[in-house]
C-alpha cells in the first residue's frame, strides 16, 4: 500500500517516442508511456532524489478525479462517455495499475502542478484508449476535462487529508498491536519487583510490569493523539479552486464532491466552512504530522530503556532478554545486539526529521496558497509507512518474544541502598541518609545494616523519640512489593 521508488527515471532520448504538445511546444514522450508533454518536462526538470510519489498519494488523486468526473456528468458540465472513461481509467490507478506511470520526483515546482498533470495525462491518455483512441491524441483531455472544475491548488491539500485517512486504520492497528504486546507483558512481569531508577541512579523499588504497563499505556495515549489529530483532516477544501474562490466550478461542486469522495472511499468527510483558510492553511497536516511526531518520541524513549535494560549481558543491568534474531558482531563470536531496538531508534529519528520538514513547510504558506505541499505530502506518507514498518515489526520480533532476568532484577534490588526510603516514617530522613552512606562506603546491605544498628539502639524513632527495634526494620522491609503498590488509579 505504501511503496514507493528509488530509480531514476530512463531518458526519454533513449527508447521511442512519441511528440505531444502542451502551451510551451513540442515534447518528445516515451511512446509507450500513459502521461504526457508536461509529465514529461517534470521529469527532465527535476531529477532529483529518484523517488516517486507515495501509493497512497496516487490512490488519492485519482479518487479526486474519478469524483470529480462523477460529479461535473451530474451537473451537465461533461460529456458521459468521456466521464465514464475516465471514472473507469481512475478506478484502475486506485486498484493499483498502471503505477510505474507516476513518475514526478517529490522535490519539483511548488504546489504540486507536475503530480496534478502527471495524475491528468495518465487518466486522459487511458480514458482515450478506452474510448478506443491513440495515445497523445486526446480524446479525454488531461485539463479540459480530468481537471474539470478543479486546480493544483485544492486537489493536492485534498490527496493529503485522503491519503492520510486512507492509510489512518492501518497505522491505528500497528501502534495499537504494540499497546497490547507491552500490556500482555506487564502482566506477565508483574510479580518481579526490581530497583526503580531515577537519574540513572538507584530508587525505590518497581514492578517490571509496572514499567511496561507504563510504557502501554504511553503508546496508548499516542494513539489517541493521533486519532484526535486525523479529525481535522476529514475537512476537505475540494472545490476552492485557484484561490478558494471556487472560480470555473458549479456552485454545488463543492458538496457533492466531498458527498461522491465518502462514497467512493468510504471515508468519514466534512465539507469546509471556509474554502479560502482550506487552500492557505496546512495547520490540519503539521497537527497530524506533530502527533506522530509525539509518538516518534515515545517510541525513542520506550527503544532506549529496552537496549538499557538489556545491556550487558554480563557487564550491564540484563533485566530483560531481547530475542536473539541475528548476529551482532563480525568478529565477536556470540555477540547478540538489541537490533529492533536499535532499528526503532533510527526510524524514528527520520519520521522526527520529516516532521520539522513538515512543520517548516507548513510556516511557508503564503497568501492564498502553500507552495510546499509535495513535500508535505511525501513526508507525511513516509512517516506513516515508516512508523507502520517499523512498529510492527519491533512488535513482533522483539517485544512478543522479549522475557524477563528475574534473578538479575531481584539481585540488583538486594544491592540497592534506597529502600531505606521505606524506613522514612520510623526513623526520619537524615538517618536514612547516614544508613545509605555507610552502606555504600563498606559495601553493605542496608537491612542487614539497619537491623544491626536497631540491635545496638543507635536508631530513634523519629516521632516517638525512642529506639527502634530490629523487627520494626524487618517487618518495614521485609515486602518489598508492597513497597510498590499504587501508582495506577482505579
Same mark, same amino acid.
Given at each position: 500500500?505504501?511503496?514507493s521508488?528509488?530509480?531514476f527515471?530512463?531518458?526519454?532520448?533513449s527508447?521511442?517516442?512519441?511528440?505531444e504538445k =502542451?502551451?510551451?511546444?513540442?515534447?518528445?514522450?516515451?511512446?509507450g508511456?500513459?502521461?504526457?508533454a508536461?509529465?514529461?518536462r517534470?521529469?527532465?526538470?527535476?531529477?532529483?532524489?529518484?523517488?516517486?510519489?507515495?501509493?497512497?498519494?496516487?490512490?488519492s488523486?485519482?479518487a479526486?478525479?474519478?469524483?470529480?468526473a462523477?460529479?461535473?456528468?451530474?451537473?451537465?458540465?461533461?460529456?458521459?462517455?468521456?466521464?465514464?472513461?475516465?471514472?473507469?481509467a481512475?478506478?484502475?490507478?486506485?486498484?493499483?495499475?498502471?503505477?510505474?506511470?507516476?513518475?514526478?520526483?517529490?522535490?519539483?515546482?511548488?504546489?504540486g502542478?507536475?503530480?496534478n498533470?502527471?495524475?491528468?495525462?495518465?487518466?486522459?491518455?487511458r480514458?482515450?484508449?478506452?474510448?478506443?483512441?491513440?495515445?497523445?491524441?486526446?480524446?479525454?483531455?488531461?485539463?479540459?476535462?480530468?481537471?474539470?472544475?478543479?486546480?493544483?491548488?485544492?486537489?493536492i491539500?485534498?490527496?493529503?487529508?485522503?491519503?492520510?485517512?486512507?492509510?489512518?486504520?492501518?497505522l491505528?492497528a500497528a501502534?495499537?498491536?504494540?499497546?497490547?504486546a507491552?500490556?500482555?507483558?506487564?502482566?506477565?512481569?508483574?510479580g518481579i519487583?526490581?530497583?526503580?531508577?531515577?537519574?540513572?541512579q538507584?530508587?525505590?523499588?518497581?514492578r517490571?510490569?509496572?514499567?511496561?504497563? %507504563?510504557?502501554?499505556? %504511553?503508546v496508548?495515549?499516542d494513539?489517541?493523539?493521533?486519532r484526535?489529530?486525523?479529525?481535522g483532516?476529514?475537512?476537505l477544501?475540494?472545490?476552492?479552486?485557484?484561490?478558494?474562490?471556487?472560480?470555473?466550478a458549479h456552485?454545488k461542486?463543492?458538496?457533492?464532491?466531498?458527498?461522491?469522495?465518502?462514497?467512493?472511499?468510504?471515508?468519514?468527510?466534512?465539507?469546509s466552512?471556509?474554502?479560502?483558510?482550506?487552500?492557505?492553511s496546512?495547520a490540519?497536516?503539521?497537527?497530524?504530522?506533530?502527533?506522530?511526531?509525539?509518538?516518534?518520541l515515545?517510541?525513542?524513549?520506550?527503544?532506549?530503556?529496552?537496549?538499557?535494560?538489556?545491556?550487558g549481558?554480563?557487564?550491564?543491568?540484563?533485566?530483560?532478554?531481547?530475542?536473539?534474531?541475528?548476529?551482532?558482531?563480525?568478529?565477536?563470536?556470540g555477540?547478540?545486539?538489541?537490533?529492533?531496538?536499535e532499528?526503532?531508534?533510527?526510524?524514528?529519528?527520520?519520521?522526527?526529521?520529516?516532521?520539522?520538514?513538515?512543520?517548516?513547510?507548513?510556516?511557508?504558506g503564503?497568501?492564498?496558497?502553500n507552495?510546499?505541499?509535495?513535500?508535505?505530502?511525501?513526508?507525511?506518507?513516509?512517516?506513516?509507512?515508516?512508523?507502520?514498518?517499523?512498529?510492527?515489526?519491533?512488535?513482533?520480533?522483539?517485544v512478543?518474544?522479549?522475557?524477563?532476568?528475574q534473578?538479575?532484577?531481584?539481585?540488583?534490588?538486594?544491592r540497592n541502598?534506597?529502600?531505606?526510603?521505606?524506613?522514612?516514617p520510623?526513623?526520619?530522613y537524615?538517618?536514612?541518609? %547516614?544508613?545509605?552512606?555507610?552502606?555504600?562506603k563498606d559495601?553493605?546491605?542496608?537491612?542487614?545494616?539497619?537491623?544491626?544498628?536497631? =540491635?545496638?539502639g543507635?536508631?530513634?524513632?523519629?516521632?516517638?523519640?525512642?529506639?527502634?527495634?530490629?523487627?520494626?526494620?524487618?517487618?518495614?522491609?521485609s515486602?518489598?512489593?508492597?513497597?510498590?503498590?499504587?501508582?495506577?488509579?482505579?
Amino acid at each position: 500500500m505504501g511503496t514507493s521508488q528509488h530509480t531514476f527515471p530512463k531518458d526519454s532520448m533513449s527508447q521511442d517516442v512519441r511528440i505531444e504538445k =502542451d502551451s510551451l511546444g513540442e515534447v518528445k514522450v516515451p511512446a509507450g508511456a500513459l502521461y504526457g508533454a508536461q509529465t514529461q518536462r517534470a521529469v527532465d526538470n527535476f531529477p532529483i532524489s529518484g523517488l516517486k510519489p507515495w501509493r497512497a498519494f496516487v490512490w488519492s488523486m485519482a479518487a479526486i478525479k474519478r469524483a470529480a468526473a462523477d460529479v461535473n456528468t451530474g451537473l451537465g458540465l461533461l460529456d458521459g462517455d468521456k466521464a465514464n472513461a475516465i471514472a473507469k481509467a481512475a478506478a484502475e490507478v486506485m486498484e493499483g495499475q498502471w503505477a510505474d506511470q507516476f513518475v514526478v520526483d517529490p522535490f519539483q515546482a511548488g504546489a504540486g502542478t507536475s503530480h496534478n498533470m502527471n495524475v491528468n495525462e495518465v487518466l486522459a491518455n487511458r480514458a482515450t484508449q478506452i474510448l478506443g483512441g491513440q495515445l497523445g491524441n486526446y480524446i479525454a483531455n488531461p485539463n479540459d476535462h480530468v481537471n474539470m472544475a478543479q486546480s493544483t491548488n485544492d486537489t493536492i491539500p485534498t490527496a493529503i487529508r485522503l491519503g492520510v485517512l486512507w492509510r489512518l486504520d492501518e497505522l491505528l492497528a500497528a501502534v495499537d498491536g504494540l499497546a497490547e504486546a507491552l500490556e500482555a507483558k506487564a502482566a506477565e512481569f508483574d510479580g518481579i519487583v526490581k530497583s526503580g531508577r531515577t537519574h540513572l541512579q538507584d530508587a525505590v523499588p518497581v514492578r517490571l510490569g509496572q514499567e511496561f504497563g %507504563a510504557y502501554a499505556t %504511553a503508546v496508548r495515549r499516542d494513539a489517541e493523539r493521533i486519532r484526535r489529530s486525523a479529525e481535522g483532516l476529514r475537512r476537505l477544501g475540494i472545490g476552492g479552486t485557484a484561490t478558494g474562490t471556487g472560480l470555473n466550478a458549479h456552485p454545488k461542486y463543492h458538496a457533492e464532491m466531498v458527498r461522491r469522495l465518502g462514497e467512493i472511499t468510504g471515508l468519514e468527510l466534512h465539507t469546509s466552512d471556509n474554502l479560502f483558510e482550506s487552500m492557505q492553511s496546512l495547520a490540519d497536516a503539521a497537527d497530524f504530522s506533530a502527533a506522530l511526531r509525539t509518538y516518534a518520541l515515545t517510541m525513542t524513549r520506550i527503544a532506549n530503556d529496552f537496549r538499557l535494560l538489556a545491556s550487558g549481558p554480563s557487564t550491564g543491568l540484563d533485566e530483560i532478554r531481547l530475542p536473539a534474531v541475528q548476529p551482532g558482531s563480525s568478529i565477536m563470536p556470540g555477540k547478540v545486539n538489541p537490533v529492533l531496538a536499535e532499528m526503532m531508534n533510527q526510524a524514528m529519528y527520520h519520521v522526527i526529521g520529516c516532521d520539522t520538514t513538515v512543520a517548516l513547510a507548513a510556516a511557508a504558506g503564503q497568501l492564498e496558497l502553500n507552495v510546499m505541499m509535495p513535500i508535505i505530502a511525501h513526508n507525511l506518507f513516509e512517516m506513516m509507512q515508516v512508523i507502520i514498518g517499523s512498529v510492527n515489526a519491533f512488535t513482533e520480533r522483539c517485544v512478543i518474544g522479549l522475557t524477563a532476568n528475574q534473578a538479575k532484577a531481584e539481585g540488583w534490588l538486594g544491592r540497592n541502598a534506597i529502600i531505606v526510603t521505606a524506613l522514612n516514617p520510623l526513623i526520619g530522613y537524615q538517618a536514612g541518609a %547516614a544508613l545509605v552512606k555507610e552502606a555504600v562506603k563498606d559495601d553493605l546491605a542496608i537491612t542487614d545494616l539497619a537491623v544491626e544498628k536497631a =540491635d545496638a539502639g543507635q536508631l530513634m524513632h523519629v516521632k516517638e523519640e525512642r529506639p527502634v527495634t530490629a523487627d520494626e526494620i524487618r517487618h518495614a522491609l521485609s515486602d518489598l512489593r508492597k513497597l510498590t503498590d499504587g501508582g495506577i488509579v482505579k
